[in-house]
């Protein structure tokens, strides 16, 4: 257990990236991403994923190794990242990670947790009422069933809010009481850095990298996936705004407003998923570098 996990986490928009290579330099290491969106090679503007000089600084791993065509999910990133880790440790008795998907980091630092199988029926009518009906019902049973699970999922996700629904029907008995029970332990410490800020300063930066965006581009690279819009990857903030845009539903200013106003959703259930690790070491977004790795040079001398 000599070998040490730095994870980064904190809401969208907050600096993760920066401080992931900034302390993978200072470390001479390398990052693996936990962002569950910059997987995927064709989505690179919309998930903010880092640019090729960000890429040029430090080796990353995990970042548009996919097409959003490919079936890949929770589980098979776990193995992936693990097998990963097992081989950078050779080498480096630090990684980084870094990702604001907080269920694929718990995958890594603390496994994944242990659901029974439920019929397929409950799923394909879950499936069936959201294509019917849409995804507010949905969320409407599930904040009955499980409002725990409600308050901290992506509830905007209709994958996780269908799995949440499966398992609250089939076993009547509550998503979130599956959650956080013993698993398979690690051959490595995890030590998990949070960035922060005052909650009018993340929404202003959360503004502004939307602006950015979409001088970058962004509604040039969702009409080159237009015809993949039924597809999981696709039901991203950012995505689905100007996909409505683009179907004649919503005005391109609109649209721009929604993706603002969703990402800003989105970054207040982040924190609420991250605030609940109590060992989390949380830091302002502008503390300096050498204060953090301070921090993180007392942890592993622990």
């Known amino acids: 257990m000599n070998k040490y996990l730095i994870s980064i986490v904190g809401p969208t928009a907050i ?9 993978a330099n200072y470390f001479n290491t390398e990052i693996i991403s936990a962002d569950s969106r910059q997987f995927f090679k064709e989505m690179q503007i919309g998930t903010a994923a880092p640019d090729q000089a960000e890429l040029a600084a430090a080796k990353h791993h995990f970042i548009h190794h996919k097409s959003i065509q490919d079936n890949y999910n929770v589980g098979a990133f776990e193995k992936d990242a693990l097998s990963c880790l097992e081989d950078l440790f050779k080498v480096h008795k630090v990684v980084i990670m870094v990702g604001g998907s907080g269920l694929y980091s718990n995958a890594v630092t603390k496994g994944l947790d242990d659901f029974p199988k439920v019929a397929p029926e409950i799923r394909e009518q879950l499936i069936n009422t959201l294509e019917s009906e849409g995804l507010a019902p949905l969320q409407n049973q599930l904040k009955t069933l499980d409002p725990t699970s409600y308050n901290y999922m992506a509830i905007d996700n209709p994958h996780r809010v269908i799995r949440a629904l499966e398992i609250c029907i089939g076993t009547n008995k509550p998503y979130s009481s599956f959650l956080n029970k013993e698993k398979q332990g690690r051959t490595f410490k995890t030590i998990t850095v949070g960035l922060t ?19 970058a581009g962004l509604l040039d690279e969702v009409k080159t996936l237009i015809a993949y819009k039924h597809l999981n990857a696709l039901n991203t903030v950012g995505y689905k705004e100007l996909f409505n845009y683009l179907d004649g539903s919503w005005t391109l200013d609109f649209a721009v407003s929604e993706i603002k106003k969703n990402t800003r959703r989105f970054a207040k259930r982040q924190l609420t998923w991250f605030r609940k690790d109590t060992d989390t070491l949380w830091f302002d977004y502008k503390t300096d570098l050498s204060e953090i790795v301070e921090t993180c040079q007392a942890a592993i001398k622990e």
């Open 15 to 23: 600096g993760k990236t920066a401080l992931s290579i900034k302390l």
């Open 197 to 215: 800020a005052d909650r009018e300063i993340i929404y202003d930066r959360i503004n502004q990298r939307v602006d950015i965006m979409m001088a």
